[in-house]
């Protein structure tokens, strides 16, 4: 056992050199002795569909997924990888983001393109993920685990002939998340420089990097005040997985000694055409939402919250938060447990209520649909909440149910609003389903007349539409609009 230990601390700095290869991107020795180009190509198509799944799918409407790809494949055109066949894919989703895949495999969200303002931005963001490709970024992280596991395990190996533990190297239990991991700083530096050269040699203004940071950074602090978060540190898009300022885009871009250009493209008139009419927020597949209102053609349901409650989706399911961070959950029980469940008040009771004690539980009928209803109270994150719990029953035997919680100094005022949320609950008929339209970005020229919140005043939200409106035209507080100009506007 001691001669087999000895080899094998031997051989780690013997392994380490032997990976270390010198990377024509940045011109540095990197170690990815475990990650090779060709299981890099691996890798990434195995991966690709479970982000597809992930995201809810491509999006395929109109011509932003190939506007999408054409700019993405000019950067990687000069990019110092001109062998690998990059894939640039523009996800169905709402949320802020954007990242890579070893092999080539770049993403952007919808959501994302909804904020850029130019081509140029478009570009700098993709251009930063494929640095983060040719630079190897994820070989590195995959390696140095790796390694970093083969030094923890090996004393724990007995009788191994290779003199590594069975699984390790296995790339594909390296898994999807490990790939949407934040970078470190020092690479995230690298893929920025890197962005910037492939920038500059596109012909695109390398200003246009740092420009969208301050984009970012504005939709993060939107988001937080939609959620009540008094923090404006809190994280909720790309800026988890990419930490980076504004120096340090500046820095990276003196780096790449790319100094700005008079001629250099921007490409407004170009982007907005591209994405006037794509899809934002909600994909009717997963419901839409308008104000206050959330409606699900699939599953043919529809319900209004109270006023001062700002809703938000996800495939699991609806919250809406509301004055005194209170809240209304809206889901559905599994297909699988539904048929066992006989009566709703037992229901309640012993399954979705059981550690709440509920009490006052009764029989009710909510448009047509029965249903029960129960109270408890619970320890939340937030401190104490009182609950009030509303399972509905339909025809076809699917449980709808509602779940409001409210700090207890509040219960009996919002008592009454939550209640007509409860029987505003509905099933919607073929018509009324069919009928739903979700929301489009829409292009629209400044008129005589027009300002920041007569324009703003047209967007579909319940909240804060005077700072969606700056945030989607990256417009300062109070900064006026250019007669003749073209902003960006939400509409059905």
Sequence with gaps: MQIFFRAVVLCLPLLSLAGCS??????????TAFMSRSDEMRVGAEEHPKILKQFNGAYQEGQVAAYAHRVGDALARVSEITDMPFTFTVLNSDKVNA?????????????????????????????????????????QRYSKS?????????LGVLGSAAGAPPGLGDIASFGAQAYLQGFSREQEMEADMLGARYLARAGYD??????????????????????????PAARFNIMSTHPRTAARIEQAIRLAGQAPQADARRGRATYLTGIDGMLFGDDPKEGVRKGRVFAHPGIGIRFTVPPGYVLFNSS?????????????????????????VRDLTTYLSRDWGRSLSL????????????????????????????????AMRDA???????????????????????????????????????AIRPLRLRIVTVGVGDNPQSLADRLPFEKLRLEWFETLNGLASSQPLTLGSQVKIVTE
Excluded at 22 to 31: C, K, L, R, Y
Excluded at 363 to 390: F, K
């Design 99 to 139: 990242f890579a895949l070893p092999g080539g495999y770049v993403y952007i969200t919808r959501g994302l393109l909804a904020l850029a303002d130019d081509e140029a931005e478009m570009a700098g963001v993709l251009a930063h993920e494929i640095g983060h490709v040719t630079a190897r970024h994820s070989a």
């Design 146 to 154: 790796i390694a970093a596991n083969l030094g923890l395990t090996v």
């Design 206 to 231: 390398v200003g246009a990097m740092s420009g969208f940071l301050g984009k970012l950074q504005q939709h993060d602090r939107l988001e937080a005040a939609l959620k009540d978060i008094p923090d």
């Design 396 to 434: 076809r035997r699917r449980i709808f149910r509602l779940a409001f919680l409210t700090p207890p100094a509040v219960t009996a005022s919002q008592a009454e609003a939550l209640q007509r949320t409860t029987y505003s609950f509905r099933l919607l008929s073929a018509s009324e389903a069919t």
């Design 316 to 340: 699991q399911a609806v919250v809406a938060r509301g004055p005194d961070k209170s809240l209304i959950i809206f889901d559905m029980e599994s297909s699988k447990k539904t048929p066992k």
């Design 359 to 390: 009490g006052g539980i009764e029989r009710i009928t909510v448009n047509g649909m029965v249903a029960a209803t129960g109270r408890g109270r619970t320890r939340t994150r937030d401190g104490i909440r009182d609950v009030r719990l509303v």
């Design 22 to 31: 010198t990377n024509p991107a940045t011109g540095q020795q990197s170690f």
